[in-house]
Each structure stands twice: as C-alpha cells, then as structure tokens.
C-alpha cells in the first residue's frame, strides 16, 4: 500500500480515547526566541498534527487585489528553497507529509501532517514553504489561471449568488465584502511582486498561533519553532481592519435566476464569540434551527408543511462581526409561504423564548457533541488553534460542560430578545420566486 494513503488512513481511523473521556492535557511551549505554541503529547500512534494561523487573512486584500491572499497562499507549497514545484511535491509525497496553507476571511491557515519519525524532515519543509518560498512565474501563472477557472465555476451556484450578495449589503464597503477568489479584472492584475510583498507583510512571527498534537515531546517541540518560524519578520505589517457597522434597515435581494428552485440565504447580527453569553446564544440557536429535524424551523417547514427538504441557522463568529446565518431552498411557488413561516415561527420564538426542555435538549447536544468531535489528532489541533485565536483561554475545553449547563433559562430569553429579532433579517435570494418584493434585483452578478 501506497505510504502516503497509509498515513491518512491511519489519521482517520485513530480514535483518541484519552481526548474523548477526559480533558486532554495541554502544554504551553516556549521557544528559545519566545514562539509559543499550545501542545497535547500523545505517543498511542507515531503521528503528529501541527496547525498555525498568521492574524489578518482575505480581509487584508485590498479592492483591486483582490485574490491575493489565496492565490499567495496557494504559491506557498508549490516550490521552496532549492526545491522547485514538481521536487518538492515529490518530497513531501515520499516521506508521507501532508502540508497545505490556505487564506480565510480573518487568518492564514496551515496544517501539517506527519509520521513520527519523519518530523524533522517535515518540519525542514514546512520552514522552507513559510520562509523561502520560490513564487515561480510558471507556477504563479497556472495558479492564477486555475482560480479565473475556480471563480467562474463559484460565481454560477446559487448558494454563492445569495451569500455574495447578502455580505455585499451586510459588509458594504467593509473588506468581508470583498471576493476571497478575486474577480477577474483583480486576479489578472496581480503580480509576483504584489505576492512577495503580500508574503512580507503578511507572516510574521508577532501575529502567529501554533497547535500541536501527538508524538513529540515539549522539549523536541520547543527548538522546532525556532527552526520553523524563527526567520520570519519579528513584526507584521497589515492594515487595520476596523469593525464591522451593521446597516440599519434590512434587506431583500434577488439574483435572477431561471430554475424551479430558489435559494435564500438570510442573517441577522449577532453577539461577539467572547460575550459571556455566546453559550446562551448556541442553545437558543440549537432550538430555533440548529438542532437538526428538532429543531422549530425544521418542525414548521417541512415536517408539517412539506415546503423544503431542509433549513438550518449557525453561528458564525468573525474578527469583525458575528452573524446568525440561515439556509433553506425551496420552489419558486413555494417561497412566499415559506417566507411567511418562518416569520412566524421566528416571531414566536422572539415573544415567548424558549421551554426549559428544549433548553436541556440543546444542552446535552451540546457537552455530547464536543467529545464526540474531537476524536482525531486533526480534530485536536484544530481546536487548540480555535481556542488561542478566539481567545477562549487554556481552560476552555476543562470548563466548557460545567459553562454550557450553567446557563439558565433566564439567560437564554435574554439572548432572545436582544439577540433574535426578527424584524432584524436580511433575506438574499437566487432563483425566480413568485410574489415577493425586493429592495434590489441583480440580472447578473457584474465581475
């Protein structure tokens, strides 16, 4: 068997017991140069995964780059140091290491998977793609030409349509705007000396968080850091990216659209992820069309009325906003009485709050399914990232039960009513829907 299918096999089918039945222990590592990074030593299996994030990600785009981030991003694997494109790959794929960077709206995001014995190697790679990228001009240029190709293939679904137009009256002028592919007057704008200064501004070693997870220790880890980030700029240089102001009116947008179906996309602003309330929020959320098929909405909409095969609200929490986002499509016919439930249910849920037990309903799906979401050493680290970039503190994953069962019943009507208003949602629709108005209709999404 091929060593790299192998190795993922191994990282899927790893069950980290310890992880799931108790709160793992986690260790904050200090380098000889001051680089931290947050680490949870497991030896059950010669694995390791290692996971970093650099503040300020597709929102650092300015309007004509935009693409920027993603396409640098991208360039980062694709040929470092003595390595060009097709030796590097090749290196990577012979010792079984799994490396990939990628831009977000707020952060660059990498991860690194490797077999134990194989860290020093993987880490020599991973240094190499951070600090001595080649940003080949023919590499540039075929990913240049693969992200025009990516971005046309995007801009034609529907769920795109609605969320690109939905963020463009949300975020206005603010960067969350902004398109992460770029359109195609910005990609074919974008030069490699835009990429390397974007590279040099961008990775820094003052707006770094790292995660790590499995077989290595914290006095192999610590030097480590140093040999990965040690020679990147001590300071970033990014723009202030102010927060977001909400408009004050919502909207209805339309994309037109020919089908039988529609797309609708809505959200509302919601509470920042460190209010001491977010928990709160996640339950009322979990009740009105988180839970899945218990979930109100769900109820409402298709097992009593049939009008959609499925409708689901999440929280997302950005740098810059945090939004209560919804989804659900529906046929054309269909789309006026849906609106009008949900309305209704939602208006329901705003004026009589939620039934304690439907409170410890969402309450134990939420201490049940954290455990049960983190039995990988992916899983793992990734958390460990979420929990130093959201800064939720050390002790989240020890104290995060006893916080979500505290939360009351008053707690959650409060959320509620601050919170739930759905006089506050702001509709985006692709499709051809029958009798609804619209504050603004697009023909077409101009690029």
Do not use: C
Not at 45 to 68: C, H, M, Y
Not at 194 to 199: E, L, M, Q, S, V
Not at 266 to 279: E, K, S, V, Y
Not at 291 to 301: D, N
């Amino acid at each position: 068997m091929n060593r790299l299918i192998l190795f993922f096999l191994l990282l899927l089918l790893w069950p980290v017991h310890a992880h799931a039945e108790s709160t793992p222990v986690i260790q904050r590592i200090k380098s000889p140069k001051g680089l931290e990074a947050w680490l949870i030593e497991d030896h059950k299996l010669p694995l390791i995964a290692f996971q970093f994030a650099f503040e300020g990600g597709v929102e650092t785009d300015s309007p004509d780059k935009q693409g920027l981030s993603v396409l640098m991003a991208s360039l980062l694997t694709q040929g470092a140091g003595s390595y060009d494109e097709k030796a590097f790959q090749d290196a990577l794929a012979a010792a079984s290491i799994a490396l990939d960077v990628e831009a977000g709206r707020d952060r660059i995001t990498g991860t690194m998977k490797t077999l134990a014995r194989n860290k020093d190697e993987a880490f020599k790679f991973l240094a190499l793609a951070l600090t001595s990228p080649r940003f080949e001009q023919s590499s540039f240029v075929r990913l240049k030409r693969q992200m025009q190709t990516l971005r046309k293939i995007q801009s034609a679904k529907p769920a795109w349509m609605s969320r690109y137009t939905l963020y463009r009256h949300i975020f206005q002028a603010h960067p969350y705007s902004q398109r992460a592919l770029g359109t195609a007057q910005s990609l074919e704008a974008l030069t490699r000396e835009d990429i390397k200064t974007h590279h040099a501004n961008l990775l820094a070693r003052d707006n770094l968080s790292v995660a790590v997870v499995g077989a290595i220790t914290a006095q192999e880890l610590a030097p480590l850091l140093d040999q990965i980030f040690g020679a990147l700029p001590e300071k970033s240089t990014r723009p202030n990216i102010p927060p977001v102001v909400w408009p004050k009116a919502p909207a209805r947008t339309l994309v037109k659209r020919q089908g039988e179906q529609t797309e609708i996309l809505f959200a509302a602003p919601m509470l920042p992820r460190h209010d001491p309330d977010w928990h709160a929020a996640q339950i009322a959320n979990y009740i009105l069309g988180g839970g899945g098929f218990t979930a109100r909405l769900m109820t409402a909409l298709r097992a009593h009325q049939g009008l959609t095969y499925g409708i689901s609200t999440d929280l997302i929490a950005m740098e810059k906003a945090s939004l209560l986002i919804g989804s659900v499509a529906t046929g054309n016919t269909q789309v006026r009485p849906a609106l009008d439930l949900l309305q209704t249910v939602w208006q329901d849920f705003y004026k009589n709050g939620a039934a304690e037990p439907e409170i410890t309903a969402a309450q134990d799906f939420l201490t049940g399914s954290l455990p049960l979401s983190l039995t990988s050493t992916d899983a793992m680290a990734a958390m460990l990232l979420a929990m130093q970039t959201q800064k939720l503190g050390m002790d989240y994953l020890a104290r995060y039960k006893e916080r979500v069962r505290a939360v009351t019943k008053d707690q959650v009507q409060r959320v509620i009513q601050k919170w739930f208003d759905p006089q506050q949602l702001s509709f985006a629709m692709a499709g051809a829907p029958d009798n609804v108005t619209f504050n603004v209709v697009y023909d077409k999404i101009d690029d």
